[in-house]
């Protein structure tokens, strides 16, 4: 019996079927508008890194014919094959997506689906509907990934754009449209639909026998029984052509000629000269902003799928007209820096102050801050999280209380307290540890608990803090823009503007008390902080303010 996938759910193939050779349906149709689906093979930068791994209709197969473009039948709009003990090393991930030919919107669509079949019998189903999305042109609906074995995700989740800004969202290039002259001549079989060359032909090997003269499909794969596939739609023989948000306009008269020398970009409000928009000093290029070392993605990789980097704070949005210049498109144009940013993720920052958790994902509420709900959309509930009587006698006596409320259902829900920055942490079976006060909110499925800091030479003899571990993560708010340094036998921070650290990191409470120093004036004021120690690669995260 299949089973039924929702957003955000994923599991192991061998869990699924102990087959490798498998057959992937695509179903989605809306009046009067046309889809492209494709296939894309990425890199472990999940970025498109050699272009014959874009299947598609005008590519039908990779070079080892790993991944091949079927067509329609069995009721689904496009098919493929995925042969997953072929795909080469440097393959990581195979995402399918669907993108709208032309003017049109997701919310469009009617129910589909994208399933997986295995000896033409269906293991897994992800259905979907136009409900689930809004103005997005393309979707990524299900994925192929490797993590230590393959995997699938039901991903469901699309940015504005058609198929061109989904090729550039993983890196590729967009092809221009070549001349009449070096078309194919008429007549010729539209290759995105024809049967991959070469040997016999591989359609019987794909589908249940229709008919007692048809072969027998090997017990390897196969897919349901075949419906007569129609004749290519005369879209697919021209090149696909993104469309325009707004009409186009008259010319500015405040454009720039063709040809004229561009002036030097002068550097915005709060940016740095010499630093991307967005780039927090001293953070490695590449690195996504608010993600610590160790945590999630590793360094230089790409933000997540249609991510957009955020803008300096003080600065400009990009695509903002000048001041004193036209804007020229309106109030949608004037509007579009400030969307809504949805790039298929759990956890998604909008700005530096304004965090989106889509609850559908993961399938796990989210407890957060008391109060720090800003928006919501879709169907969700908020709750009271009690602590519990022992859970409150340790929060009055460590100050590492937290007032927390627990959100369920299916929606996103946008988080945000007092301007303060957030930066989501994701762990991965590994452990950080926060103040309570920086924490805004957290996936309940992280176990969490009050630490103490060994020290000596004050009252008390020690400090305590927050230590979550787990798969989850934890989003931590900071006053101003945080630095993240390494941990060295010789690092020392003020107790009081340190945010977090590396749980491996050992730390010592040091005291500078003195009863001959303080019983005159002129103190310094620094009399307690923390030691920190550990081996390469432990952390620290200080904030530019002190409570």
């Known amino acids: 019996m299949a089973r039924e996938f929702q957003r955000g759910h994923k599991a192991k193939i061998s869990d699924l079927t102990p087959g490798t050779d498998l057959y992937v349906g695509v179903q989605i149709a809306a009046p009067g508008l046309t889809f492209d689906i494709s296939c894309f093979g990425l ?30 039948q069995s009721g689904d709009t496009e098919s493929f094959r995925v042969t997953l003990d072929r795909i080469p090393a440097n393959i990581h991930r195979l995402s399918f997506t669907a993108t709208i030919d032309g003017a049109g919107q997701m919310s469009q669509v009617g129910p589909g689906y994208i399933r997986i079949v295995a000896g033409g019998e269906e293991v897994v189903r992800y259905a979907f509907n136009g409900s689930e999305f809004s103005t997005e042109r393309a979707v990524m609906l299900g994925d192929f990934y490797l993590k230590d074995v393959w995997r699938f995700a039901a991903v469901g989740q699309g940015f504005d754009g058609g198929l061109d ?17 070096a078309q194919p001549p008429a007549g010729g079989a539209a290759p995105g639909f024809a049967p991959p ?29 075949q419906a007569p596939a129609p004749a290519p739609h005369p879209m697919h023989g021209a090149p696909t052509v993104t469309a325009p948000m707004t009409p186009p306009s008259a010319p500015s008269p405040y454009a720039q000629p063709p040809g004229a020398p561009q002036a030097p970009q002068q550097p915005q409000f709060g940016q740095i000269p010499g630093q991307a928009p967005g780039q927090i000093p001293g953070q490695p290029p590449g690195q996504v902003p608010g993600q ?62 304004l965090m989106r958790v889509d609850l559908a994902m993961g399938g796990t509420p989210v407890l957060a ?95 305590f803090t927050m230590q979550f571990q787990g798969t989850g993560t934890v989003v931590v708010k900071t006053h101003g823009v945080p630095v993240v340094l390494p941990v060295t036998p010789t690092t020392f921070a003020d107790c009081n503007a340190v945010v977090a650290w590396s749980a491996a990191s050992q730390v010592i409470l040091s005291s500078q008390v003195r009863l001959r120093r303080n019983a005159y004036p002129g103190h310094s004021g620094e009399t307690v902080n923390l030691q920190f120690r550990g081996a390469p690669g432990n952390f620290i995260v200080v904030q530019p303010y002190e409570v």
């Open 197 to 225: 060359p070469g040997g016999p032909a591989p359609a019987p090997a794909f589908g249940a026998p229709a008919a007692p003269q048809a072969p027998q499909p090997p017990p390897s794969f196969g897919v349901p029984p």
């Open 43 to 72: 890199d472990a930068n999940e970025q498109l890194s050699d272009d014959r791994y874009f299947i598609f209709f005008n590519q039908p197969k990779s070079p080892e014919e790993s991944v091949q473009l079927l067509g329609a």
């Open 369 to 463: 801050r008391q109060g720090s709900m800003v928006m919501y959309q879709g169907k969700v509930e908020f709750g009271y999280k009690s602590a519990g009587f022992a859970g409150r006698i340790v929060g009055n006596a460590t100050g590492q209380e937290m007032q927390l409320m627990r959100c369920s259902g299916r929606g996103q829900v946008f988080l945000a307290e007092e301007g303060s920055h957030l930066h989501p942490i994701e762990l991965q079976g590994d452990a950080v540890c926060v103040s309570a006060e920086n924490v805004l909110a957290f996936d309940e499925s992280l176990q969490y608990e009050v630490r103490r800091i060994e020290g000596h030479g004050i009252p008390g003899g020690a400090l």
């Open 292 to 353: 610590f070392p160790g945590q999630g993605q590793p360094p230089g990789a790409p933000a997540p799928y249609g991510q957009p980097t955020p803008p300096p704070y003080g600065g400009q949005p990009p695509g903002m007209a000048q001041a004193g210049q036209q804007a020229g498109a309106g109030l949608q144009a004037a509007l579009q820096p400030y969307r809504e940013a949805a790039t298929g993720q759990r956890w998604t920052p909008q700005n530096q102050q």
């Open 165 to 181: 800004a989904l090729l550039k969202n993983f890196g590729g290039e967009v092809a221009e449209e070549e001349p009449a002259a």
